[in-house]
């Protein structure tokens, strides 16, 4: 694998890792905490998290 193929590889392995980080986080922490981990704005914003960290992930897929 050259160099940029190692580059684009941890890069995706980056975004998968935030993806998994945001569900979990919002999941496993912000539903059982609940009170403003729960409130609507920063739910969603939990899961746009996870949202665009999965979309990056497929874009760089296609990519290579």
Do not use: W
Request: charged share 20%; hydrophobic share 40%.
């Amino acid at each position: 694998m050259d160099a940029t193929s190692d580059a684009m590889q941890a890069c995706i392995q980056e975004c998968l890792r935030c993806y998994r980080t945001c569900l979990r986080m919002a999941s496993q922490h912000g539903l059982p905490a609940g009170g403003p981990h729960v409130a609507p704005e920063h739910f969603r914003l939990m899961m746009a998290c996870a949202k665009m960290c999965s979309l990056m992930e497929q874009m760089r897929q296609n990519a290579r």
